[in-house]
Every structure is written in structure tokens, then in C-alpha cells.
């Protein structure tokens, strides 16, 4: 299986960068990621800046950024709408922020944890998982 070939954070338009860097702080560092299905970026990010409304003073991020005129930029803005709308207690890394400048869209999540689970478990797990995000009116 051949990968996808990936950019590098400094191949985006200056414009998509300073966004970038006005909302989170000065990026420090890239590590691209293997893997998904685009051809854009995608990698943690190190960045000086305040996360998570002023909790916490730099940090370590998830980076995507693909063209806005690709054939799944729409799948991107999606998943950012949904992110964005998912209650606290579902157990996903919270999106930051979306935006799109100069023909390429970007988000920005927490990271992961390392050892952190978040599509597999046990089923007594999944059921507690289930239980903290469903509606009230579906329990």
C-alpha cells in the first residue's frame, strides 16, 4: 500500500501560518503524520502560545490543513462542525479552531495522549463511554 505523500507546515500560504499563530502562539516545531487520505498537512504542532482559553501556556497540537478546492475539504469543514458541536464528555480531542485562508482550510485539536483510548475498549467501557455523551432523553 503506497502512503500519502504529505507537505510540510512552511508549504502553506504565510496567511494560513500567521492564523495559525495569531490563535495558539508562535510555532515551534512540526512532526508530520502518516496516514488519512489527503495530501495536505497533517502533524503535531509545538506552539508558545495560550491553549485552551489561558489554561495552560504552550502545548503540543494536531494540524490539518488541506486545499479548499480538494474533493474532501468538504468531509474537513464537516468534521470541524461536528467537533466543534460535541458535548465535553465525549471523549475526542477538542477542536480548537477552523479557518480557511488563501484556498486552504486548517484545524487545530488537542492532542491525544499517548495511551489515551478513544475507539476501542472493553464493552463495559464503551458503555460507560455511551452513557456520558447520549442525550438525557435517550437513557
Not at 488537542?110 to 455511551?130: F, I, L, N, Q, V
Request: aromatic letters at 8%.
Amino acid at each position: 500500500m503506497r502512503r500519502t505523500p504529505r507537505r510540510e507546515l512552511a508549504g502553506l500560504p504565510p496567511s494560513l501560518v500567521a492564523e495559525v499563530e495569531r490563535r495558539l502562539g508562535a510555532v515551534r516545531g512540526f512532526e508530520p503524520r502518516q496516514g488519512g487520505f489527503s495530501y495536505g498537512v497533517r502533524g503535531i504542532a509545538t506552539v508558545d502560545g495560550h491553549l485552551n482559553g489561558g489554561c495552560s501556556r504552550g502545548g503540543r497540537v494536531f494540524l490539518k490543513a488541506v486545499p479548499s478546492g480538494a474533493d474532501h475539504a468538504g468531509d474537513y469543514r464537516s468534521e470541524a462542525v461536528v467537533s466543534a458541536a460535541l458535548p465535553a464528555a465525549v471523549p475526542a480531542p477538542r477542536l480548537l479552531f477552523s479557518c480557511e485562508r488563501d484556498g486552504w482550510g486548517c484545524s487545530a485539536r488537542r492532542r491525544r495522549r499517548a495511551g489515551c483510548r478513544t475507539s476501542r475498549g472493553t464493552r463495559g467501557s464503551w458503555r460507560r463511554r455511551w452513557t456520558c455523551w447520549r442525550p438525557a432523553r435517550a437513557r
